[in-house]
């Protein structure tokens, strides 16, 4: 009767741990100020201000759990992105803007707290792609200060936008 009560606890504590509800937290920001001299180089690192910024974002996050950090392949998110991996002993892992949150990105990051940095025209869409509704419309370009949270709880799905200075 004992082995039977064990076993009756460990299935019934088994169950509810599987179906119990996973957190997921999405935390979508471009990238910081990044150098505009020559207006023709398409993939430019991020100015002093911009590396201030990036490092700012990683103090705004220090006492927030993050599982993984994506950028897009660009010196400037990967950039923005370093300073919140390597506080959270993270490497950067890319995404591709035009192929965002398939069902490869959504597995690998159900029930984390994930730290996306994008561009002022794909963070919005991103967003909008998890939410399933086109709520949020591309970013200003001198805006690097909006943070959108996204949290997914079973079936339950919530945003906000946040200016972080």
């Given at each position: ?92 892992a ?11 990105f ?10 996306v ?40 799905i ?5 200016k972080?200075?």
């Amino acid at each position: 009767m004992k082995n039977f009560f064990l076993l009756f606890v460990f299935t019934f504590t088994l169950l509810i741990s599987c179906t119990a509800d996973e957190t997921t937290t999405y935390y979508l920001i471009r990238h910081s100020e990044k150098d505009r001299t020559n207006p023709r180089d398409r993939n430019p690192n991020l100015n002093i201000e911009g590396e201030k910024r990036a490092q700012s974002w990683a103090e705004y996050f220090k006492d927030t759990q993050i599982d993984a950090v994506y950028s897009t392949n660009y010196n400037r998110t990967i950039q923005t992105a370093t300073p919140t991996a390597f506080s959270n002993n993270l490497k950067v892992a890319f995404y591709n803007p035009n192929n965002m949150y398939d069902f490869i990105f959504q597995k690998n990051t159900k029930g984390k707290s994930v730290l996306v940095v994008g561009h002022s025209n794909t963070t919005p869409v991103f967003a909008n792609k998890i939410l399933d509704e086109d709520k949020y419309v591309n970013m200003a370009d001198d805006d690097n200060a909006t943070l959108f949270i996204i949290t997914i709880k079973g079936d339950e799905i919530s945003s906000e936008t946040k200016k972080v200075n």
